[in-house]
């Protein structure tokens, strides 16, 4: 199994939590982990080892939303997942937005991390649209 | 048999859900049943468009009972999703039976409201839906609480347990 890692700046990634709780109800396979002001990048660093040893548990992999491409829990993810030491495998993906954490959901159950970052990035790309009304005329052809 | 599911659903068509489910069980079409969002034909529009591949009729109730049973003798496999069990309940007290290849009633969020009592994650149900579900479970429906298709789940049997 997969487990995710969700790396933020301030308290977005105990918010998406909130949310993804009011729509697919809790999310045990993902670990919030959080860069905050007052906290400052060094415990965050010491942070998300702790987060990562939790999640790396039972996993044959690690999966890591990060908010922002290059922003700290960023580095730090890649910091981890590119070390060849580092077991199980990683992989992080950054942008991380709400319907990619609930899609997260299902890519829990693969075992190769690098596969699950792969379908995680494709299907949530979808996942940006704009609204538009559909035609309103309903045919009786079922 | 053609309808493949069946589901309770406060929010009628929730787009990312939906796919979610549709990904399980066989889905040509989705048969959405609610008199406010069908009197609403703005509404209608967008909650339609939040489904982009697969085709979406909206009904109230009153249309829902007649279109039903030409919809069941399809060869195509439908997903029919109430905003409320009373709606469903209307509709088998018209004679219209809910039985479904999944072989349950699946509820999905129904949101607190003033007269509510929470029975599960986002699951809140006033009088009216209680006996609602009991009528359709006396019917012979297995009612199946479920967000979504790995999350736990109850019945309502369980759920009689904690409103006593």
């Not at chain 1, 937005?97 to 299907?123: C, G, H, R, Y």
């Not at chain 2, 609403?40 to 039903?68: C, N, R, Y």
């Not at chain 2, 009633?105 to 209680?130: D, K, L």
Request: glycine content about 6%; some cysteine.
């Amino acid at each position: 199994m997969i487990n995710v890692i969700l790396a933020t700046h301030g308290s977005l990634a105990e918010a998406l939590l909130a949310g993804s709780k009011m729509v697919y109800g809790e999310l045990p396979h993902v670990f919030p982990v959080m860069l905050t002001e007052n906290k400052g990048i060094n415990s965050f660093g010491d942070e998300f080892t702790a987060v990562l040893k939790q999640a790396a548990k039972g996993a044959d992999g690690v999966l890591v939303l990060c908010d922002l491409q290059s922003g700290t829990p960023w580095n730090i993810a890649c910091h981890h997942a590119f070390d060849p030491q580092t077991q199980p495998p990683m992989a992080v993906l950054g942008g991380v937005n709400f319907p990619m954490l609930l899609l997260s959901d299902e890519i829990k159950d693969l075992t190769d991390v690098a596969q699950a970052a792969a379908v995680l990035l494709e299907e949530s790309r979808d996942s940006l649209v704009q609204a538009q009304l559909a035609e309103t005329t309903q045919s009786d052809d079922f | 048999m053609s309808i493949s599911f069946v589901r309770i659903d406060d929010r009628v068509i929730h787009g990312q859900l939906i796919t979610r489910w549709a990904k399980e069980l066989p889905c040509d079409g989705i048969i959405a049943i609610d008199d406010a969002v069908a009197a609403d034909p703005l509404l209608s529009s967008v909650m339609k468009g939040a489904v982009q591949d697969t085709k979406v009729w909206l009904f109230d109730t009153a249309t829902a009972i007649e279109k039903l049973p030409k919809i069941i003798a399809s060869e195509k496999h439908y997903f029919v999703i109430g905003k409320s069990p009373v709606t469903l309940k209307r509709i088998e007290e018209a004679g219209i039976s809910l039985q479904n290849s999944n072989k349950k009633i699946n509820v999905g969020p129904m949101s607190a409201r003033a007269t509510t009592t929470t029975i599960g994650p986002n699951q809140s149900v006033n009088p009216e839906e209680i006996a609602a579900f009991d009528y359709l479970s006396l019917r012979g429906h297995q009612i199946e609480f479920r967000l979504v298709p790995d999350a736990s789940s109850y019945s309502w049997q369980d759920a009689r347990q904690k409103l006593k």
